[in-house]
């Protein structure tokens, strides 16, 4: 927003009445080849009004009267809202580019199937026993704790390219950028009104304000109902990552509660904890091949994102 602008912005906060007059102005000006005069305009707005317009710059010398400093913003701010603009206020966001799949409709589906496993005994069994056939021969080689390790590795590696490559910073930046804007501008409504309450501003004043902020808090309700794409493109790389992570899970769970881990193995020192016992409870009812499964994984996934430069923080925030 320009200089001129702001100071036509400013002037019809404290003044109701400044927009008609505003209009007389270049109504006038453009009856007179751009240049205005006291005498063409006098019936339309006070002494008051056409000395703050000096004042402020808004009017400045011409050759034979005033003249408007900076027509374009001077129109852009008459023919707009008369409010402050905030940046990501009018982005654009097209639903269409947060629109699942048919693939990650299904890959949501066969997640949820493979969710069954925990409490199923026969899912587990069969996703278990299937998964031993590749992975017995890591199981024979290494103790179990670095099977662990070796698991969320792999799982770290996948969830950082499926997330890099599935979600959309962009489209993200763009959802957190609008409801920044709209954020930004009910709060300078908040403080025009408080400003106009003291000031004793007229009760047209103070209700032109009041519909204002009506206006902001319906559009943020439905841009509220649109942000469901954000939560969509969020969620997207989401069920890959369990279509993918729910069979591991389940494979490990598998051998350690049918008994095919030796219990030698399923002892282990854990850095703070110390000596734990993998298939009993750490943390609360957390066992131990679980809470060990995520500090290795967390700490894999960033060091994959800082080795690959993948960042996934929302573009323009």
């Known amino acids: 927003m320009t200089r001129t602008a702001e100071k036509i912005n400013a002037l019809v906060r404290e003044d109701s009445e400044m927009d008609d007059a505003l209009e007389a102005i270049r109504e006038a000006a453009d009856e007179n080849g751009g240049e205005v005069q006291w005498q063409d305009v006098n019936d339309d707005l006070t002494s008051g009004q056409w000395g703050r ?16 400093a900076d027509r374009e ?5 008459l023919d707009g809202d008369g409010g402050a603009e ?23 589906v066969g997640s949820v199937l493979l969710m069954v496993g925990y409490w199923f005994d026969s899912v587990r069994d069969t996703v278990g026993s299937t998964l031993d056939l590749v992975l017995a021969p890591l199981d024979a080689a290494l103790p179990f704790y670095a099977v662990i390790l070796s698991v969320a590795l792999l799982t770290g590696l996948y969830s950082t390219l499926l997330q890099a490559n599935l979600m959309n910073p962009e489209i993200m930046g ?6 920044k804007a709209m954020q930004e501008k009910q709060k300078d409504i908040r403080e025009r009104k408080k400003e106009a309450e003291e000031r004793d501003a007229s009760e047209a004043e103070i209700e032109r304000i009041d519909n204002e902020m009506e206006r902001a808090r319906e559009e943020q309700m439905e841009a509220m109902a649109d942000n469901l794409g954000m ?3 969020q969620f997207r790389p989401m069920v890959w990552i369990m279509l993918f992570t729910i069979p591991l899970f389940l494979w490990m769970y ?3 509660l049918d008994g095919h881990v030796a219990e030698s193995e ?12 993998l298939h009993r409870g750490l943390i609360g009812p957390m066992w131990g091949w679980i809470v060990w499964y995520f500090l290795c994984s967390m700490g894999f996934t960033q060091l994959l994102r800082k080795s690959l430069n993948i960042d996934m923080t ?3 925030t």
């Open 53 to 68: 317009l000096i004042e402020k710059g808004v009017l400045v010398d011409g050759t034979e009267g005033f003249e408007i």
């Open 73 to 77: 913003a001077y129109d852009e701010a």
């Open 86 to 108: 905030f940046p990501g206020s009018d982005v654009d966001i097209d639903p269409e580019e947060s629109k699942w799949s048919q693939w990650d409709k299904l890959a949501a």
């Open 174 to 179: 763009k959802y957190q950028q609008r409801m």
């Open 231 to 233: 939560f969509k493109e």
């Open 254 to 256: 598998w051998k350690i």
């Open 266 to 277: 399923l002892r282990m020192v854990m850095p703070i904890a110390g000596e734990v016992e």
């Open 314 to 316: 929302p573009s323009g």
